[in-house]
Nanobody
Framework: QVQLVESGGGSVQTGGSLRLSCTVS????????MAWFRQAPGKEREFVGI???????YYANSVKGRFTISRDNAKNTVYLQMNSLKPEDTAVYYC??????????????????????WGQGTQVTVSS
C-alpha cells in the first residue's frame, strides 16, 4: 500500500517562502509521477505542478517562475519550494502519486482524477 505524508505548511507574509515535503512509502518512488495540487476554501482543487519519473517538471501558469518541484529518489521525497508567495496562494496543498507510464503526455497528469494516492494535505496561509 502506498502512503504519502506531507509536511512543511505554515503561515507567511506576502513575498515569503515555504518548502513542502511529501514522503512516499510502499512502492519504488522512482516509478511515480509526483504532483502537487491545492484547494482554497470554496474552490475546486487546482493543479500546481508535476515531477515526472524522468525528473521533468511542469507548472501551472499561476506559479511558474515562483514554485519549484524537486525530488530525491534516495529519500522517496518530493519537494515544493514556494517563493514570492502571494495571498492568492493560500490553500491546502496536496501531493499525489500515480504510476508514470512514460507514454502519457504531461497534460494527462494535470487532472486530479488520474491519481490513486494522495497525501493528507497541509495548510499554507499567506497574509498581506
Amino acid at each position: 500500500q502506498v502512503q504519502l505524508v506531507e509536511s512543511g505548511g505554515g503561515s507567511v507574509q506576502t513575498g515569503g517562502s515555504l518548502r513542502l515535503s511529501c514522503t512516499v512509502s510502499g512502492r519504488p518512488f522512482s516509478w511515480y509521477v509526483m504532483a502537487w495540487f491545492r484547494q482554497a476554501p470554496g474552490k475546486e482543487r487546482e493543479f500546481v505542478g508535476i515531477s515526472r519519473s524522468s525528473g521533468h517538471t511542469y507548472y501551472a501558469n499561476s506559479v511558474k517562475g515562483r514554485f519549484t518541484i524537486s525530488r530525491d529518489n534516495a529519500k522517496n521525497t518530493v519537494y515544493l519550494q514556494m517563493n514570492s508567495l502571494k495571498p492568492e496562494d493560500t490553500a491546502v496543498y496536496y501531493c499525489a502519486a500515480d504510476w508514470d507510464s512514460g507514454s502519457n503526455t504531461d497534460g494527462f497528469y494535470y487532472d486530479s482524477r488520474v491519481y490513486d494516492y494522495w497525501g493528507q494535505g497541509t495548510q499554507v496561509t499567506v497574509s498581506s
